[in-house]
């Protein structure tokens, strides 16, 4: 059973920055992502990591200010983000697919999620 669960949210101003945390457990390799989602929209992917390779995608929004990173001796998911902006706040989700290499970005390519983490940035 693959279980995630997410930490390291909280409020920020404008500008700074936060790590987000996902702790893994029933998991070997396959693809980690992130998702994050607003009041009213549709959760959007944001960041992926092919766990096998270390290979990283990203989404245009964060692209040059997020990084998604893997401790694979910690079993544990980051994503460090930084020059945060108010369109930043959400609720933050990983998501897991025991799939060799990462194929999608829809969330219909992923099948296990953690609880989700709040974001505000103000």
């Known amino acids: 059973q693959v279980q995630l669960v997410e930490s390291g949210g909280g409020s920020v101003q404008a500008g700074g920055s936060l790590r987000l945390s996902c702790q893994v457990s029933?998991?070997?390799?396959?693809?980690l992502a992130w998702f994050r989602q607003t009041s009213g929209k549709e959760r959007e992917w944001i960041a992926r990591?092919?766990?096998?390779?270390?290979?990283?995608q990203y989404a245009d929004s964060v692209k040059g200010r997020f990084t998604v990173s893997q401790d694979s001796a910690k079993n544990t998911l980051y994503l460090q983000m930084n020059s945060l902006k108010s369109e930043d706040s959400a609720i933050y989700y990983c998501?897991?697919?025991?799939?060799?290499?990462?194929?999608?970005?829809?969330?219909?390519?992923?099948?296990?999620w953690g609880q989700g983490t709040q974001v505000t940035v103000s």
């Open positions: 998501a897991a697919v025991l799939r060799y290499v990462c194929l999608g970005t829809s969330l219909s390519d992923f099948n296990f």
């Open positions: 029933g998991y070997t390799n396959g693809c």
């Open positions: 990591l092919t766990a096998s390779s270390g290979l990283t």
